[in-house]
T-cell receptor
């Protein structure tokens, strides 16, 4: 089985500052890794995914994440956030195609 | 545009009644869909895998008689919450297993409130 731990439940950040959301996973097999964003009362939107290949993955809205196999991490970063980045962010892992296990989520609040 | 359509977006029902939530794959035929439940301030919990033409596969702890799943066509899966209770109030989200290397697409969710 796979599991995900998101190390920060809430991350307040000022506009135009950088942000990093931490995600660690556990699995006995190779995995696929994802970051999703959820705006209030909406479904999930894929930010980026790691399936194989380059460990630095670039996604939408200026986000990127780095897969670190030795540290079993997949941290999400953005160099400069906007007010519109205020949302809930979920890290997810899957060993079998697209049957995902989600982390508990990180609430990002961007302040002016 | 949207790849997955979920309906209704919000529903309020009385205890003891049943509620049906629809999940449609708009762009392609989907043999597999997933149903998740999200509690307030919590992550998504996979409830079941919906398989076209066969029985759904439920995760441990999910009552199959309580949450009926029907995947009668390649574009439609339905989740029926039977004999609803206030503790069934939650946000339900469906997703569609994609083709190839495409990302997993989610519906916009259904906010169920049982009074």
């Amino acid at each position: 089985a796979q599991s995900v731990t998101q190390l920060d439940s809430q991350v307040p950040v000022f506009e135009e500052a950088p942000v990093e959301l931490r995600c660690n996973y556990s699995s006995s097999v190779s995995v696929y890794l994802f970051w999703y964003v959820q705006y209030p009362n909406q479904g999930l939107q894929l930010l980026l995914k790691y399936l194989s290949g380059s460990t630095l993955v670039k996604g939408i809205n200026g986000f990127e994440a780095e897969f670190n196999k030795s540290q079993t991490s997949f941290h999400l970063r953005k160099p400069s956030v906007h007010i519109s980045d205020t949302a809930e962010y979920f890290c997810a892992v899957s060993a079998r195609a697209y049957k995902l296990s989600f982390g508990a989520g990180t609430t990002v609040t961007v302040r002016a | 545009g949207a790849v997955v359509s979920q309906h209704p977006s919000r529903v309020i029902c009385k205890s003891g009644t049943s509620v049906k939530i629809e999940c449609r794959s708009l762009d392609f035929q989907a043999t597999t869909m997933f149903w998740y439940r999200q509690f307030p301030k919590k992550s998504l919990m996979l409830m079941a895998t919906s398989n076209e033409g066969s029985k759904a596969t439920y995760e441990q702890g999910v009552e199959k008689d309580k949450f009926l799943i029907n995947h009668a066509s390649l574009t439609l899966s339905t989740l029926t919450v039977t004999s609803a209770h206030p503790e069934d109030s939650s946000f339900y989200i469906c997703s569609v297993e994609p083709r190839g290397d495409s990302p997993l697409h989610f519906g916009n969710g259904t906010r169920l409130t049982v009074t």
